[in-house]
């Protein structure tokens, strides 16, 4: 078997590396070796921000090639497409409908894309693309701060891992006065693309 | 149990497991995760030390005085070490000794990327360097012994991509460290004074201790022969070694955990076992000229894979075809057709940097800068720097633009860790040298960049512990210093004043431009509600977007608009406003 690989996108301070925590430690305990991998320092500050995340029998790289992306968790609309060319075609793509212009846009006067122009970019790279209105259902639990964990509950839906395994993990992984939010959010991202 | 931990993580783990009693550091990305694990260790004294040569002094005395010791900083922070660290090759210590070097390859967040295992070299000291966390833990374990057994300090070499990638590690929770007593001192001038007479004879030691070395090198399981198809021998070590393993999964290897000294026996070997032998490292060809220098030919090492920035599975893919060893790639993904906005970081809403470089640029003034979030100012739209290199440069730097004798005037931007770190001797200079620079102290109560750690402005340790703390107007004053000015950094009117005075005094100037870092709890206290822009006053000027700040958009109209989710109050974009359309939230809309 390949390495199952799992890239997380979106700008810093959207809960990235909480997300791909998590996700490495499902890995983890479903018995797979794992590797993840992102920057900390300047890219936090505003910028961009990816996570890269593998698991396998054996992992060696901590980066993915381009092409070879089999999942692609974009917690910003934008971002999404900044990754298009790591896809392989046999890729899934599930993007958060969150909107974070940059300054460019904001201030400078850049285009920033509709939920459209983003599916078209990518639906010709891949099997699939899910839009996922994330930053919704957050706010239906009344924190907006866990819409990442509703994409991550979105992915839950096509991996074959039980959702039991996705509870332990968050369970481990997240602060305990958060723990329910946080397992409501999984099973409302599980929701938004179906349950299995 | 098996854990994921980041490579600094594991490197924590392993100093602890090895029973390290005191472990210091400077931070510096993308070594500082180091110390902050090892403190939640029991047993372990660590410490935020003022500068990397400090913490190399420090972990050089306790490991002269019996106490196994980490020392962890970035690549340039060795630069900064490097004098300590030269003569801790030569006098050996007591206890073992590790120094991990964390290099940044691709410069993610450093001035240069250079290659740290020719620090190795240039001190004739043994360096490690693992491929995963797992390697980590039981390499820094491993370099305590090393370190003791040939009385030399060991350096672990990691990466960025080392140091911040996670994998597992078999951890044993209930691990207990072996409970070691200080050893009596042994008073030992002989080995530990460095007069010339005695360092002499300290140098004869150190090439002989090489000499063991490479023997060791040849023994140590820790340079391995891997055997797979024997038509091409790879040698590689570090993360390198990750990408060509997958590029070429049926390769034969030369697995490398202790790079240098090289093992001479195993190299031939190796070389003598393939038919072709290729070299891949990241950033310089150390060890293909190590290999060279052993008389073995590489067919394949930085004539395909390059000298420049971070290796990735597709740079090392495409050394791998510059060298036809793989087929030429088939489809390429087409380039994304989208318009890609840039994301580059950029100051947060809020940071009190952003008002001083305001004001800065208002007046027209050479900026001289230093290491730290304040950096991001020379990026558009404030644009507002004009040269930065180093730790505690700027100050120095704005010195010597003033002797040059140009009429332009000049200031020095430094952060309060950076002063602490190297600032402090150059502002010194000034004081005893006489001049008329003006140094800017951009005080935002914590060492930003890095995460938020302590420093001795803060009198907060490691773990947030209350420590000592020194006021950086009170050793301007102490250097004799009469002008020294404390402003809020908010304040764009009271430092455009000061510095204005500035300009014309005939002595230096110290300005502190205090206000604590927008992303610490204690800014948060008495913050006001977010602004709003009166659309009936906005004539969509633009003044309010040079400052660039997060949180203003503009409209479709071309005015302004507040997001009042990033919004934190800071009254800069109000005080630029020539048009007073920036109202505070307190004041009620009258649009």
Redesign the interface.
Same mark, same amino acid.
């Given at each position: 078997m390949k390495p199952l690989n799992f890239l997380l996108v979106g700008?810093?301070g959207q809960g990235i590396l909480t997300a791909s925590?998590i996700l490495? =430690?499902l890995g983890?305990r479903a018995g797979y070796? &794992?590797?993840?991998?992102? &920057?900390?320092?300047?890219?936090?500050?505003?910028?961009?921000v990816s996570s890269h995340v593998r698991f396998g029998p054996r &992992?060696?790289?901590?980066?993915?090639?381009?092409?070879?992306v089999d999942y692609l968790l974009s917690f910003e609309l934008? =971002?999404a497409?900044?990754w298009? @060319?790591f896809?392989h075609p046999e890729g899934t793509v599930l993007v958060s409908t969150q909107r974070l212009?940059?300054?460019?846009? @904001?201030?400078?006067?850049?285009?920033?894309?509709e939920p459209e =122009?983003?599916r078209q970019?990518l639906a010709g790279?891949v099997r699939q693309v899910f839009l996922v209105d994330a930053p919704q259902a957050a706010q239906g639990l009344g924190n907006p701060r866990v819409a990442n964990t509703v994409l991550l509950g979105a992915l839950s839906a096509l991996l074959p891992f039980p959702l039991t395994q996705w509870e332990e993990t968050v369970r481990e992984r997240v602060p305990a006065r958060f723990v329910e939010l946080n397992l409501q959010a999984l099973r409302a991202g599980q929701e938004l693309v179906g349950t299995r | 149990m098996?854990r994921?931990l980041s490579g600094n993580e594991a490197i924590a783990r392993g100093a602890f497991e090895a029973g390290v009693r005191v472990g210091t550091a400077y931070p510096g @990305?993308?070594s500082t995760?180091i110390l902050e694990n090892l403190a939640h260790y029991p047993g372990v004294r660590t410490l935020w030390a003022t500068n990397e040569k400090v913490a190399m002094e420090t972990g050089l005395g306790s490991a002269y005085a019996g106490a196994r010791t980490i020392v962890a900083m970035k690549h340039v922070g060795l630069n900064v070490a490097a004098d300590p660290f030269f003569y801790g090759a030569y006098t050996g210590i007591e206890a073992g000794m590790v120094i991990v070097s964390a290099d940044d390859p691709g410069m993610?967040?450093s001035q240069n990327e250079q290659d740290n295992r020719r620090y190795a070299k240039f001190a004739r000291v043994p360096f490690l360097e693992p491929s995963?966390s797992a390697e980590a833990r039981d390499f820094t374990r491993l370099g305590f012994e090393i370190s003791e057994a040939f009385d030399t300090p060991v350096i672990v070499r990691t990466t960025?991509?080392i140091s911040?990638?996670?994998?597992?590690v078999e951890v044993d929770p209930d691990w207990q460290p072996a409970d070691t007593e200080l050893p009596p001192y042994p008073r030992n001038p002989r080995k530990y004074v460095m007069i010339p007479a005695y360092a002499r004879p300290r140098h004869v030691v150190v090439e002989e201790r090489l000499e063991r070395l490479a023997v060791y090198a040849d023994e140590t399981p820790l340079n391995r022969i891997e055997w797979g198809d024997r038509r091409l021998g790879i040698v590689s070590s570090g &993360?390198s070694?990750?990408?060509a393993?997958?590029a070429f999964p049926d390769a034969s290897f030369l697995k490398l955990g202790m790079p240098y000294p090289l093992p001479p026996r195993k190299v031939r070997e190796f070389a003598a076992g393939v038919e072709r032998l290729i070299v891949v490292e990241e950033l310089d060809p150390f060890l293909e000229e190590e290999l060279r220098l052993l008389g073995v030919a590489v067919s394949g090492g930085k004539d395909a894979f390059p000298v420049l920035g971070e290796f990735?599975?597709?740079v090392v893919?495409g050394g791998g075809r510059k060298l036809g060893l793989l087929p030429e790639e088939g489809r390429r993904?087409?380039?994304?057709?989208?318009?890609?906005?840039?994301?580059?970081?950029?100051?947060?809403p809020g940071c009190p940097h952003r008002s001083v470089y305001h004001v800065l640029k208002r007046l027209k003034l050479v900026v001289n800068s230093d290491i730290g979030?304040y950096t991001?100012a020379v990026l558009p739209?404030l644009a507002a720097t004009d040269t930065m290199g180093c730790m505690g440069g700027s100050i120095s730097m704005a010195y010597g633009m003033e002797l040059a004798g140009r009429a332009e005037r000049g200031v020095a931007t430094i952060g309060d860790s950076t002063f602490f770190h190297s600032g402090i001797p150059a502002l010194l200079n000034i004081a005893y040298n006489g001049g008329r620079t003006i140094v800017i102290v951009l005080d935002n109560r914590t060492t930003a960049? @890095?995460?938020q750690q302590g420093h001795p402005g803060t009198g907060m340790g490691v773990c947030g512990e209350g420590l000592h703390q020194v006021a950086i107007e009170d050793v301007g004053r102490a250097f004799g210093l009469q002008r020294v000015f404390v402003v809020d950094a908010y304040d764009t009117r009271e430092m455009r004043r000061v510095l204005q005075e500035s300009l014309e005094a005939t002595e230096p100037t110290l300005v502190v431009a205090r206000r604590a870092c927008a992303l610490l709890p204690v800014a948060r206290e008495g913050r006001g509600l977010p602004y709003w822009v009166d659309l009936e006053r906005c004539n969509g000027c633009?003044l309010c977007?040079d400052i660039?700040c997060?949180a203003?958009?503009?409209t479709a109209e071309g005015q302004a608009e507040i997001d009042p989710t990033l919004c934190v109050a800071c009254d800069l974009c109000a005080q630029v406003c020539a048009r007073r359309a920036i109202q505070r939230g307190e004041e009620r809309r009258t649009s």
């Amino acid at each position: 078997m390949k390495p199952l690989n799992f890239l997380l996108v979106g700008v810093g301070g959207q809960g990235i590396l909480t997300a791909s925590d998590i996700l490495a =430690e499902l890995g983890l305990r479903a018995g797979y070796d &794992v590797k993840k991998s992102e &920057v900390h320092g300047m890219s936090q500050r505003g910028g961009a921000v990816s996570s890269h995340v593998r698991f396998g029998p054996r &992992v060696y790289s901590p980066l993915i090639a381009q092409g070879a992306v089999d999942y692609l968790l974009s917690f910003e609309l934008l =971002e999404a497409a900044r990754w298009a @060319t790591f896809m392989h075609p046999e890729g899934t793509v599930l993007v958060s409908t969150q909107r974070l212009p940059p300054i460019a846009v @904001t201030s400078g006067g850049a285009h920033y894309p509709e939920p459209e =122009e983003v599916r078209q970019e990518l639906a010709g790279r891949v099997r699939q693309v899910f839009l996922v209105d994330a930053p919704q259902a957050a706010q239906g639990l009344g924190n907006p701060r866990v819409a990442n964990t509703v994409l991550l509950g979105a992915l839950s839906a096509l991996l074959p891992f039980p959702l039991t395994q996705w509870e332990e993990t968050v369970r481990e992984r997240v602060p305990a006065r958060f723990v329910e939010l946080n397992l409501q959010a999984l099973r409302a991202g599980q929701e938004l693309v179906g349950t299995r | 149990m098996k854990r994921l931990l980041s490579g600094n993580e594991a490197i924590a783990r392993g100093a602890f497991e090895a029973g390290v009693r005191v472990g210091t550091a400077y931070p510096g @990305t993308p070594s500082t995760e180091i110390l902050e694990n090892l403190a939640h260790y029991p047993g372990v004294r660590t410490l935020w030390a003022t500068n990397e040569k400090v913490a190399m002094e420090t972990g050089l005395g306790s490991a002269y005085a019996g106490a196994r010791t980490i020392v962890a900083m970035k690549h340039v922070g060795l630069n900064v070490a490097a004098d300590p660290f030269f003569y801790g090759a030569y006098t050996g210590i007591e206890a073992g000794m590790v120094i991990v070097s964390a290099d940044d390859p691709g410069m993610h967040s450093s001035q240069n990327e250079q290659d740290n295992r020719r620090y190795a070299k240039f001190a004739r000291v043994p360096f490690l360097e693992p491929s995963d966390s797992a390697e980590a833990r039981d390499f820094t374990r491993l370099g305590f012994e090393i370190s003791e057994a040939f009385d030399t300090p060991v350096i672990v070499r990691t990466t960025t991509r080392i140091s911040h990638s996670h994998s597992p590690v078999e951890v044993d929770p209930d691990w207990q460290p072996a409970d070691t007593e200080l050893p009596p001192y042994p008073r030992n001038p002989r080995k530990y004074v460095m007069i010339p007479a005695y360092a002499r004879p300290r140098h004869v030691v150190v090439e002989e201790r090489l000499e063991r070395l490479a023997v060791y090198a040849d023994e140590t399981p820790l340079n391995r022969i891997e055997w797979g198809d024997r038509r091409l021998g790879i040698v590689s070590s570090g &993360v390198s070694y990750n990408y060509a393993r997958e590029a070429f999964p049926d390769a034969s290897f030369l697995k490398l955990g202790m790079p240098y000294p090289l093992p001479p026996r195993k190299v031939r070997e190796f070389a003598a076992g393939v038919e072709r032998l290729i070299v891949v490292e990241e950033l310089d060809p150390f060890l293909e000229e190590e290999l060279r220098l052993l008389g073995v030919a590489v067919s394949g090492g930085k004539d395909a894979f390059p000298v420049l920035g971070e290796f990735d599975p597709d740079v090392v893919r495409g050394g791998g075809r510059k060298l036809g060893l793989l087929p030429e790639e088939g489809r390429r993904p087409a380039p994304v057709a989208l318009e890609l906005a840039p994301r580059p970081p950029v100051l947060c809403p809020g940071c009190p940097h952003r008002s001083v470089y305001h004001v800065l640029k208002r007046l027209k003034l050479v900026v001289n800068s230093d290491i730290g979030c304040y950096t991001l100012a020379v990026l558009p739209p404030l644009a507002a720097t004009d040269t930065m290199g180093c730790m505690g440069g700027s100050i120095s730097m704005a010195y010597g633009m003033e002797l040059a004798g140009r009429a332009e005037r000049g200031v020095a931007t430094i952060g309060d860790s950076t002063f602490f770190h190297s600032g402090i001797p150059a502002l010194l200079n000034i004081a005893y040298n006489g001049g008329r620079t003006i140094v800017i102290v951009l005080d935002n109560r914590t060492t930003a960049m @890095t995460g938020q750690q302590g420093h001795p402005g803060t009198g907060m340790g490691v773990c947030g512990e209350g420590l000592h703390q020194v006021a950086i107007e009170d050793v301007g004053r102490a250097f004799g210093l009469q002008r020294v000015f404390v402003v809020d950094a908010y304040d764009t009117r009271e430092m455009r004043r000061v510095l204005q005075e500035s300009l014309e005094a005939t002595e230096p100037t110290l300005v502190v431009a205090r206000r604590a870092c927008a992303l610490l709890p204690v800014a948060r206290e008495g913050r006001g509600l977010p602004y709003w822009v009166d659309l009936e006053r906005c004539n969509g000027c633009g003044l309010c977007f040079d400052i660039g700040c997060p949180a203003i958009m503009r409209t479709a109209e071309g005015q302004a608009e507040i997001d009042p989710t990033l919004c934190v109050a800071c009254d800069l974009c109000a005080q630029v406003c020539a048009r007073r359309a920036i109202q505070r939230g307190e004041e009620r809309r009258t649009s």
